[in-house]
Structure formats: C-alpha cells, structure tokens
C-alpha cells in the first residue's frame, strides 16, 4: 500500500482493487476488504454499486489503507471494524471479548425454538459481548435476562451492546454462577473449551488477537464444565434447560458430567450445519407439561 504522502485521487473501486491485490499477494483473503470497506461505511450492496465510480476523499482513502495494513498482519476484521453481526444486530467487539461465531448463532436459533412461552430466568454464563443473552432479551422480552463475566473488559462491551439494542439485561461481574442467589430457568454459555494442546493446530490468528481467558482451560477443556456441573444443581429451577456450546470431542465427556449431577434429565448432543457435535443440551425434567 501507498504511504499516507500525496495519496493520488482514486475511486472507490480503485482503491479497493488495489486492496484486494494487496492482500491476496500476503496469502490473505481479498474479500476481506470489501467487507471491511462496507462495514466501516454502514453501506448496503446497493449503495456501493451506486458509490463505488466516485472519487474516493484522501482522508478515507488514508484511514481505509490503514485497516488493510492491519488485515495484511493477520488482525481479524471484526477487530478492525469494532463489530460483528449475530442473529440480525451489530454488536461491538474489542479484544477483551471473542468473535461471535456463526455456529453459534445456529445453536441459538434453535435453543429458542424449544422454550415455552411462559416468562423465564435466563442466565448467560460467560457472556462476553453479550450476544446470547442481549439476542434472547430481544426475542424473548417477557425473560429476565442476566447475564456473568469474570472479565470487567468483557461486561463493559456487553452492556454497551445492550444499551444500543435496547435490551434490558443485568450483568454481574461474576466467576461463572458464584455471585448468581436467585433461581433460573434457563443456562445459555458458549465457555472457554479449548485445551492448551489444540494451541498446535489452531489458526494463529486466533491465538494471537482473541483473550485466552475466553478460549483456554485446563483438564483437556472440561475444566468449566466439571465446574458448572457442581454449581449448577443449586441454582437450577426443577423445570430447568442448560444448553453449553463444546468442542468437536467432548459432546460424551460433558453428558456424562451432567448425567452424573441430573440423572433423571433428558441430554442431547446437537450437532452443527458441518455435521460437528456443538451443543450438549441438558433437559432437567423432560416430562414437564408445557
């Protein structure tokens, strides 16, 4: 890319061709940049049809050629916007919180399809950005939502993104349930799983820029779960649902943490859109009516 000295006029869709050109010469995609050129400019695929033979102003062209040097150093672009999407809102992202992940948005979607309509308590553990449990208040707004973090940094974005959806949610500097005294209906968490072996064969680029806190734990990655098994039980409403995202190899070592502590529950290991098991569901009391 060109220094920020005497940036020649260009179009919009000049600059971007050399963007693209840029990255792909570093091995890394180019659609990225257009991505994070809409992205930063809030513009639709109409709008930059309509857009894209204008001259592009020096000052935009300058600070655009700088998110492309940061994507060129392996910097995710949800990083280098401030944002990601989930379930149709733009939530804010910093490096104090991981990246929403499409497949979790999938888990989500279908989590809601399971609940009855009656007003629940819902509690997000780990929320992070907040996606889960600002999404559920949106879609469910006769729910309680709260909403834990043992990260502050974390619990700053996510009610940011609460407070500009609109969505009414309680969040607790907490480490997983232990600052929770009231009973709940309803566990969403997508945990930190990942064991500090997978480090080998996991993309670098995760590894460098998302917070290890949110990614790693010990005891091969069971280590949250093993926790959340011994303090679930107590906060649990006997009508209760827990649903925990997982990695691919640990949906039978989770079941079985909850089968020990919940025996009589109804547990199921969902799979996602790549055939990967992703979600370990936990029905407390699968003959309840309603």
Request: proline share 4%; with cysteine; charged share 25%.
């Amino acid at each position: 890319m060109q220094s920020n000295e005497r940036v020649p006029a260009s179009t919009y869709e000049e600059v971007l061709n050399r963007a693209s050109s840029f990255l792909e010469d570093r091995g890394i995609s180019s659609h990225l940049a257009q991505w994070v050129l809409k992205e930063c400019n809030n513009w639709s695929l109409t709008d930059w049809m309509r857009i894209r033979k204008q001259n592009m102003p020096v000052e935009e062209q300058v600070s655009f050629e700088k998110a492309v040097q940061e994507l060129s150093a392996g910097k995710p672009a949800q990083y280098v916007v401030g944002h990601e999407w989930f379930y149709g809102n733009k939530f804010k992202v910093t490096p104090d919180t991981l990246i929403p992940r499409p497949e979790t948005e999938e888990w989500f979607a279908r989590c809601l399809k399971t609940l009855s309509s009656r007003s629940l308590t819902v509690l997000d553990i780990g929320t992070g950005t907040g996606v889960l449990a600002v999404s559920h208040k949106l879609s469910r707004p006769q729910d309680k939502v709260l909403g834990v973090d043992i990260s502050q940094g974390a619990l700053e974005v996510a009610q940011s993104n609460a407070m500009a959806l609109g969505a009414d949610i309680d969040f607790i500097l907490s480490d997983l349930t232990g600052s929770i005294d009231c009973k709940v209906d309803l566990v969403l968490s997508n945990p930190p799983y990942i064991s500090e072996e997978e480090q080998e064969v996991m993309d670098w680029h995760v590894i460098e820029y998302e917070p290890g806190l949110a990614l790693f734990a010990e005891e091969n990655g069971l280590q949250v779960y093993r926790r959340l098994s011994a303090e679930l039980p107590s906060i649990m409403s006997e009508n209760g649902q827990i649903f925990l995202e997982i990695g691919y190899l640990q949906g039978e070592k989770v079941s079985s943490l909850f089968r020990e502590v919940f025996p009589t529950s109804k547990i199921a290991i969902w799979r996602d859109i790549s055939g990967n098991d992703r979600v370990v569901h936990i029905d407390i009391n699968p003959k309840k009516e309603g």
